[in-house]
Each structure stands twice: as C-alpha cells, then as structure tokens.
Nanobody
Framework: QVQLVESGGGLVQPGGSLRLSCAAS????????MGWHRQAPGKERELVAR???????NFADSVKGRFTISRDNAKNTVYLQMNSLTPEDTAVYYC????????????WGQGTQVTVSS
C-alpha cells in the first residue's frame, strides 16, 4: 500500500518560513517525479513545485525565488522549503508522486494545512 504523509504545516506570520516534508512508503521515490501542489478555498488545485526523478526542478511563478524543493531518495522523502510567506500562500499543500512511464502510478497525500496570518 502506497502512502504519502505530509507534515510541517501550521500557522505562520507573513514573512515567515515553513518546511514541509513528505514521507513515502510502499514505493521508492527515486523513479518518481515528486511534486507539491496546493489548493486554497474556492480555488483549483495548482502545482507549486516539482522535482523530477532526474533532479530537475520547476516552480510556479508565484513562488519562484521563495520556495525550494528537494528530495532525499535514501530517506524516501521530499521537502518544500517555503520562505517569505504571504497570506496568498495559505492553502492545503499536497504531496504527489508520479511515475511518468506508468500513468496509473500517480499517488497523493492527504494534505497539510498552511495558514499565513498575523
């Protein structure tokens, strides 16, 4: 059984930082493209950042220069470092593991809430 478990969310003041973690079990993330998505109330889920199995990263324009994504294949974990947070970053953040060669191998975590507020 595949599980992606996010952690590290919470309440932070504007300008603050958070580090999200996504621990995977049931798969070896080394062959997966790993992504962080978010969904704010009343909005569609959007891609925030992705790191491919080869290590290439890409980011939504809204987070470029503020967020970084990294992966530790040995720990089967992916991270999202979020700096200079704004209220617009408030959302539920979801971890995703996607095998680009097998469409059925597309897994999601349950999400972690990030709230940016003073």
């Amino acid at each position: 059984q595949v599980q992606l478990v996010e952690s590290g969310g919470g309440l932070v003041q504007p300008g603050g930082s958070l580090r999200l973690s996504c621990a995977a079990s049931g798969i070896s993330i080394g062959v997966y493209d790993m992504g962080w998505h978010r969904q704010a109330p009343g909005k569609e889920r959007e891609l925030v950042a992705r790191v491919t199995s080869g290590g290439t990263t890409n980011f939504a324009d809204s987070v470029k220069g503020r967020f970084t994504i990294s992966r530790d294949n040995a720990k089967n974990t992916v991270y999202l470092q979020m700096n200079s947070l704004t209220p617009e970053d408030t959302a539920v953040y979801y971890c995703n593991a996607r095998n680009r060669w097998f469409a059925a191998q597309d897994y999601w975590g349950q999400g972690t809430q990030v709230t940016v507020s003073s």
